[in-house]
């Protein structure tokens, strides 16, 4: 068993250093040890156990020193963390919601959870449905159909799957999705709207013939205005008689 100085160095390293998820580390490591299933050096179970213990509590965890101090490729890693997280009994199934809260996108649960349930009742393969991959997959294209930009790599963490597996499910939802008459939804142009909003501002000014009339002045013909100025001539002639 690791001694507690050994746990304190490597979980400095990694950014670490909260005293509960230390001891957390401790127990977890106490439960391996019993259970003496896993060929990792102690090392790597110090590491793996400290990431569960963070992602419980919400700690910082620094992955990339983890995976330097493993000498393991991100899939090495995730399978041997997915590994230890079974023999702990830590591995609860992820849900839709709880993929739609972490992604942001909370408006598409309705629609990740009806294209899960309709792949469910049409595939028959499906036996362990408690398995991230299918809600992983329906979620993620749930959310490039909705023209989202889902991380593929986070998913495809989730999922426990191998990339080329990733693929092949996320593909088969596509293809489950086109058949339930689900397309991506189209955005509108840009180019449209531009067009559209010039036309819409040149309805509602007012036009440049318009313009150049309202800024022309108002000159009267001279028959008009000698008729105008002899009315009022006369008529203020009638007005002196009157008074007179």
């Known amino acids: 068993m690791a001694n507690h100085s050994m746990i304190e ?61 493993c000498s393991f490729k991100k899939s090495v890693y995730e399978n041997n963390f997915h590994n230890i997280q079974k023999i702990l009994d830590l591995d609860k199934p992820i849900s839709i919601n709880e993929l739609c809260v972490k992604f942001s996108c909370t408006h598409l649960k309705g629609e990740a959870e009806k294209l899960y349930s309709c792949y469910k009742q049409k595939d028959p393969k499906i036996k362990d449905d408690e398995h991230p991959q299918y809600a992983a997959a329906a979620v993620y294209t749930v959310c490039k159909l909705n023209n989202l930009k889902p991380s593929k790599s986070e998913f495809s963490s989730i999922s426990r799957l191998r990339p080329n597996q990733w693929g092949a499910i996320v593909n088969e939802f596509e293809k489950f999705a086109a058949s339930m008459g689900v397309e991506l939804k189209k955005l509108p142009s840009k180019k449209k709207n531009y067009v559209e909003e010039i036309l819409v501002n040149k309805e509602s000014s007012p036009s440049k013939k318009m313009k150049e009339e309202q800024k022309k002045p108002n000159i009267e013909e001279y028959e008009v205005w000698k008729k105008r100025i002899l009315q009022i001539a006369k008529e203020s002639l009638r007005n002196e008689s009157e008074k007179v």
């Open 9 to 69: 160095n490597i979980a400095k390293r990694l950014n670490v250093d909260d005293a509960y998820c230390i001891k957390k580390c401790q127990e977890f490591l106490r439960i391996l040890q019993a259970k003496n299933t896993l060929k990792m050096s102690e090392q790597v179970q110090i590491i793996i156990c400290l990431d569960l213990a963070t992602s419980i509590t919400g700690s910082a965890f620094d992955k990339e020193t983890a995976l330097q101090l």
